[in-house]
């Protein structure tokens, strides 16, 4: 992180982190913390509300390679957030606030990365969004945390999702090619986390 830390230092004329308000768990007024991508005065903005020509070039590959949610290790010190969970909105996005409301998904603390980030659903369809949000929630498992660690750290994009009734109620996750890694390290990824499952399938079929 401190590497981070001096690239953004020189290559950012302002502060090199920011926080952000967001909403937190039972809808509790938090601030996260990242890196800075923008031009000055558009770091607290949406992803989706700062054009492409505002993102520095090292802002770019900070977002790609998620090095700019590296500060927010400060959040889950701070019990603030969890590793995977619904990722933070902000109070101007008011749509995704009511649709996450309705499913009680406030109810969990959010997360640096979470089943609809690994899906590429964002900001923009809150209703689709919230949807994710409340399945994860209805699912979620120490294993199913790992299996979206995994997805997220190989840059891989879940295609979709295929839930199991009973057992562990694991998700499937059919893998993209993401902008990261080419097709070989998404198909290694998508046959590790189908092996996982088998395993897992055969250990809960024994202890039944």
């Not at 499913?103 to 369809?125: E, R, Y």
């Not at 995994?150 to 009973?166: D, L, N, P, Y």
């Amino acid at each position: 992180m401190n590497m981070v830390w001096v690239l953004v230092k020189r290559d950012f004329p302002g502060p090199v982190s920011f926080r952000k308000p967001v909403w937190g768990r039972a809808k509790n007024p938090s601030l996260v913390i990242s890196f800075a991508q923008c031009t000055k005065g558009l770091s607290k903005a949406g992803t989706r509300d700062v054009s492409e020509a505002s993102v520095t070039k090292l802002g770019a590959f900070l977002r790609r390679t998620k090095l700019d949610e590296t500060p927010q290790i400060l959040n889950l010190l701070r019990n603030d957030m969890s590793l995977v969970g619904p990722r933070p909105g902000l109070p101007m996005q008011q749509a995704l606030t009511d649709a996450r409301q309705a499913k009680h998904v406030f109810d969990i603390k959010p997360g640096i990365t979470g089943l609809g980030q690994i899906q590429g659903i964002d900001m923009s369809t809150p209703g689709r969004h919230a949807e994710e949000d409340a399945r994860y929630f209805a699912l979620r498992r120490l294993l199913f945390d790992f299996k979206i660690l995994v997805a997220h750290r190989s840059g891989c994009r879940a295609r979709g999702t295929r839930s199991q009734e009973g057992g562990l109620a694991l998700l499937s996750f059919p893998l993209a090619k993401g902008p990261l890694h080419n097709a070989r390290t998404c198909l290694r990824t998508s046959r590790f986390l189908r092996t996982l499952n088998c395993c897992v399938a055969d250990i809960d079929g024994v202890s039944d």
